[in-house]
């Protein structure tokens, strides 16, 4: 790819440069030099189409001590046919960007489902749950546009797609969680290397063969940025002596943390509990929370006045919604049966198919009595144990965020409770949540992606 820069100079002599076009690493050392060097980018990007792109970094001696430089370079992977699990443990990741596969949005259908197990058992698991799904999907939008008629003043085409898109909301319900997805991740080098270090010890076989088959493909695309390193202690990689004790310790982290809620009961707070507190002690800041019209985001100083951390039961399909909000902490849970199904699904159907579908999501024979495996398994209708822990402009954005009618009502459902306990604790702070009983909204059919001059692409 050629090098472009655009170059610009302001009134008070400052010199810019906007500059596309580069290798990763290339484009990392380039940041890097100006901390050690005092010539301009111009000189260095010289320096660059002499020695080829992606060997820049090779004729320079690294010593900084830090992995700074590898957060100046940029890669985008695109990882496709795993499993919903595998995809949330990607994205356990406060620094994680990108997209993935909307089941509200997709038919999934016509998805592979990750089999672990690979038996009869399993195969008879996966079929049975995936025909419910797929042969009950026009019952189902019948069953809501008999519910929410349209109105005079809605386009038909946009109807329609609303009422698509709430049935693909309910019968997700009953989607395995083992259903293959596809997402992206863009990331810098130096968070690649530290978070597939963390996957690659991950008590799950897919998981962790995914993060070693990624830092292949890294080591290979950039080879100065340590990805060959970071492969000791798995997969059969001798580590060196002064890396064992890390090891161990990253190994038996991966192991008995990955789900660090798993051993707790959570009956106590089926509804909501919240707990933490916040300082306010200025009145200049009082006044301005007051006043904060919608959509501002508050300063990441303000963080400093304290967090609030929330816990309730929601079900997983829902939790892979509000594990998309990065700007906290969102303890990763384990898929269980435990906690039971969450109604709603079963009160979107007619009572003949609320039975079947009670059989189809409670009379599961789990082919396996791992833990981690049996969640391939599980629907994502079932509850786990949700644990949230935001600072306060995080959690402003997220109760406002996720409060729409637009959101699965679910989870719309547990962020009202919040957006509820949080104005009787906090009054005085401005909080635009849609408290709306009524969830079901046409505009869920304008949430397309469409090519200009009239062609369409997913999500449909």
Avoid at 60 to 75: A, L, Q, R
Avoid at 168 to 194: K, Y
Avoid at 243 to 257: G, K, L, N, P, T
Avoid at 303 to 322: E, N, P, V
Wanted: with cysteine; hydrophobic share 40%; charged share 20%.
């Amino acid at each position: 790819m050629e090098i472009t820069i655009e170059a610009r100079t302001t009134e008070l002599g400052a010199q810019l440069f906007a500059v596309d076009g580069l290798h990763p690493e290339d484009s990392a050392m380039l940041q890097a030099l100006y901390s050690r060097s005092s010539e301009s980018v111009i000189a260095h990007l010289e320096k660059v189409r002499a020695t080829g792109s992606g060997k820049f970094m090779l004729s320079y001696y690294v010593g900084y001590g830090h992995k700074s430089i590898g957060d100046c370079g940029s890669t985008t992977t695109f990882i496709e046919d795993v499993s919903l699990l595998a995809a949330k443990a990607i994205q356990d990741n406060p620094l994680y960007s990108g997209q993935e596969t909307s089941t509200r949005f997709l038919d999934m259908s016509k998805r592979r489902v990750v089999d672990p197990i690979d038996n009869a058992q399993s195969r008879a698991t996966v079929s049975a749950l995936m025909n419910f799904y797929a042969s009950n999907q026009e019952r189902v939008r019948a069953l809501i546009a008999e519910r929410h008629p349209r109105r005079e003043n809605e386009s038909e085409v946009t109807y329609q797609k609303a009422v698509t898109a709430r049935a693909f909301d309910v019968m997700r319900g009953f989607l395995p969680a083992g259903v293959s997805t596809q997402l992206s991740w863009h990331t810098n080098l130096r968070q690649a290397g530290d978070h597939l270090q963390r996957l690659a010890r991950h008590p799950s076989p897919e998981v962790a063969g995914i993060a070693l088959g990624l830092e292949n493909a890294l080591a290979g695309l950039y080879s100065s940025s340590g990805f060959d390193k970071n492969r000791a202690g798995v997969s059969g990689v001798t580590a060196s002596e002064g890396s064992a004790e890390r090891i161990a310790w990253e190994s038996a982290y991966a192991r008995d943390f990955a789900y660090p809620h798993q051993l707790e009961r959570p009956s106590t707070y089926l509804d909501l509990h919240a707990s933490g507190s916040l300082t306010l002690d200025a009145a200049a800041w009082a006044r301005a929370l007051a006043t904060r019209p919608r959509g501002c985001v508050l300063p990441h100083w303000m963080t400093s006045f304290g967090q609030l951390r929330f816990a309730f039961l929601l079900d997983f399909g829902s939790f892979r919604d509000i594990q998309r909000q990065r700007n906290g902490v969102c303890a990763m849970p384990l898929l269980t049966m435990e906690h039971g199904f969450e109604p709603w699904y079963l009160e979107q159907l007619d009572e003949d198919l609320r039975a079947e579908a009670a059989r189809a999501a409670y009379k599961l024979e789990l082919p396996t009595s791992d833990p981690v495996l049996q969640q391939y398994y599980v629907p994502i209708g079932f509850r786990v144990p949700c644990h949230l822990t935001y600072a306060l402009p995080a959690l402003l954005y997220v109760l406002e965020l996720r409060t729409s009618k637009t959101v699965h009502p679910t989870l719309r459902k547990k962020m009202l409770k919040m957006a509820e306990w949080f104005r009787g604790r906090y009054p005085d702070i401005a909080l635009h949540a849609d408290a709306d009983a009524d969830d079901w909204t046409v505009r869920r059919g304008l949430h397309t992606i469409t090519a200009r001059g009239g062609g369409v692409a997913a999500p449909q």
